[in-house]
């Protein structure tokens, strides 16, 4: 990590270079950025790229500007097309070599239909060696194989490494083509999928990658998924100028100090630990291509159950698929399905992924990320995922509600996009918004109904209740999240429902005791009187189920007061027990609970709770075996 003070532009693009092996996409590069790519010595010596190589490239717009872009030449051998697909994750533009001599091969195929899976829309064609002839031959070949896919209007540029035809042309064609890229966008999560991992002495460990989806800065706290190693970054670089902030597409070296270099792989990522986890399950939409490129591997069915490899962002994993509906999948059709993947990844809806077989020689189909997390199936395909208030929408149809602070934060919309969607949803009526949660209409009202039924009934079966327990009512409507149970309970209590401590009741809801239970309360209150400050203990008193219901009664109206659990008071008694201890220490000085009990005429059974409740209440404190009073108190 070399120090270079010259700042880069704020978003600079990255092209990958790609096509069949031995076409001549590691010399292009070099001559297009005078650095050789293939940096490994068996690459030398065997003279292909295995593993992706990087470039910078810098050219001149056609307006003057100066554009900055990162180069990554990736591997055009079948046996490593998995190091190609690590390299074509997230770049701007594809550079795109065919040579004259050979023109389209099977790796120019696949490596096309990785584009197309992955979602690239923009290449450049380069026809290289066109100092051997079949120059428009060749150039025919390419527009056949490209109709009908994103790169049908391609520019295709003749070149030769070895006289320096066309490289000039290339380099204008490039620029224009970059002149026209978008920066990519900001939405605060950052996503750094690390294709490279080294070490350099006195620095530590170096990763390196393509980030996406947000800016990482130095000496921020970052999360590795998907070992969850947290650590900071110690600095940044990008094509070797030192930066404070690396923003979204470039291309970004980050110094991670603190970990080891074997405790990262390519494939991992470096993101913020305020985005979700990884997943071993996903939900996706897989595709087959119709058209045949003469495998008859890809060309066949994949199949339900079928052991396969997920290519996503850099990383590989081994997966088995599961599709909604039976049977297999045929080319040119598409179908929804489950990955249970062998081994965690961070992805988000939207996000684009390959397949390849289990023998990791055949490219055989694409697709998409529906939901990164979830074990259902119940999603359709027709939800339009760069549509915040669509996705929005089924999200919540599907999941019933979510918490606001975290509805899709795996998705590739910033907060505030989601907040706004949101909003608007709420206002046209389409959701329902309630303190930190948000959910679906229908689910709602359902939710909504249930609970004012459960409530209903408490009020029927037992009228002396104050209410509804709010820990019965959330066993009972199934609520796991508390924030869930607060959200429903202040939707009520905005209408016909109050909220008394751990109750909930309608507002006209007034507790009475059955007519057929009111002798047993008149017993009851007539044992509380008979000896008001040492009254019977609660296990006489509740002497049967009629006699629990009324004791019940009283304790949540307020006319009973529970001391311990066996030692209850009617509140006249409590009262006036609280005034004379008060009075009795104000007079005598500090207490022993004998002398209360025998000044009260009561029991050391009810005088020891009483005095404990007079000492939470802030009335007494105890001093060794005394009690003195707070404060002066207005009793």
Not at 469 to 477: G, N, S, T
Not at 570 to 578: I, T
Not at 581 to 587: D, H, L, R
Request: glycine share 8%; net charge positive; hydrophobic share 40%.
């Amino acid at each position: 990590m070399a120090n270079d003070t010259t700042k880069p532009q704020q978003f600079p693009p990255v092209v990958a270079v790609l096509g069949h092996v031995d076409h001549g996409k590691s010399a292009l590069v070099k001559a297009l950025t005078g650095t050789d790519p293939d940096r490994l010595p068996e690459e030398k010596k065997r003279q292909i790229t295995i593993d992706l190589g990087f470039a910078a490239l810098n050219v001149t717009a056609p307006n003057g500007d100066k554009i900055h872009a990162g180069i990554v030449d990736v591997p055009g051998h079948e046996d490593f097309v998995r190091n190609m697909i690590a390299g074509v994750g997230s770049i701007d533009l594809a550079l795109f070599v065919v040579a004259a001599d050979d023109g389209w091969m099977p790796q120019s195929e696949e490596h096309l239909q990785i584009l197309n899976y992955l979602g690239v829309q923009r290449a450049v064609v380069a026809l290289t060696k066109s100092d051997l002839g079949r120059i428009d031959v060749v150039t025919n070949q390419i527009h056949e194989q490209l109709a009908g896919t994103s790169f049908a209007d391609s520019p295709i540029v003749p070149t030769s490494v070895r006289t320096g035809t066309g490289i000039e042309k290339l380099v204008s064609t490039l620029a224009s083509q970059l002149a026209r890229t978008e920066p990519q966008r900001d939405i605060r999560k950052p996503r750094l999928f690390i294709d490279r991992v080294f070490t350099l002495h006195g620095i530590g460990t170096v990763v390196t990658g393509t980030l996406t989806g947000g800016s990482l800065r130095r000496g921020q706290q970052i999360v590795v998924y998907p070992t969850n190693l947290e650590t900071r970054i110690r600095s940044i670089q990008s094509h070797g100028h030192e930066l404070e902030v690396a923003q979204p597409g470039m291309r970004t070296a980050i110094n991670l100090p603190d970990l080891r270099v074997d405790q990262i792989k390519r494939g991992d990522v470096v993101t913020l630990p305020a985005h979700g986890a990884p997943s071993s399950t996903l939900i996706v939409l897989v595709e087959k291509p119709s058209r045949s490129n003469g495998d008859k591997t890809v060309n066949h069915p994949l199949k339900n159950g079928s052991s396969i490899y997920v290519h996503h962002g850099a990383s590989r994993v081994a997966a088995r698929i599961r599709f909604r509906e039976n049977g297999s999948l045929e080319a040119g059709r598409e179908k929804i399905a489950r990955l249970k993947l062998a081994s965690p990844i961070f992805a988000f809806i939207g996000d684009r992924f390959v397949v390849r077989d289990s023998s990791e020689r055949h490219t055989i189909a694409g697709g998409i990320v529906l939901d990164p997390d979830d074990d259902k199936e119940s999603l359709t395909s027709g939800v339009a995922l760069d549509n915040v208030d669509s996705l929005v929408r089924a999200t919540l149809a599907r999941h019933g509600f979510a918490r606001r602070d975290s509805l899709l934060s795996k998705s590739r919309f910033s907060s505030d996009e989601i907040s706004e969607a949101l909003k608007n949803l709420k206002k046209d009526g389409r959701i329902v918004v309630c303190q930190h949660i948000a959910a679906d209409c229908e689910f709602w009202q359902k939710l909504r109904a249930q609970a004012i039924g459960l409530i209903d009934a408490t009020h029927k079966k037992s009228p002396e209740r104050a209410g509804t327990d709010l820990v019965e009512l959330r066993a009972a409507l199934r609520i796991q999240e508390p924030e869930m149970l607060e959200s429903l309970m202040a939707d009520l209590c905005q209408g016909d429902f109050v909220r008394k401590g751990s109750v909930i009741a309608r507002t006209s809801h007034r507790p009475t005791l059955p007519d057929h239970v009111q002798p047993v309360e008149k017993r009851i209150r007539e044992a509380f009187t008979g000896t008001p400050f040492d009254p019977p203990s609660r296990k006489a008193i509740e002497s049967d189920p009629q006699a629990r219901q009324v004791v019940r009664f009283l304790i949540e109206n307020g006319d009973v007061t529970e001391l311990a659990l066996d030692v209850l008071l009617l509140r006249e008694s409590f009262e006036r027990m609280k005034s004379q201890v008060a009075e009795f220490i104000s007079n005598n000085g500090p207490a022993t609970v004998s002398e209360l009990r025998q000044a009260l005429g009561s029991s050391r059974r009810v005088m020891v709770p009483l005095l404990e409740r007079l000492d939470r209440d802030g009335v007494t404190r105890r001093a060794g075996d005394k009690r003195m009073l707070c404060r002066i108190r207005n009793l």
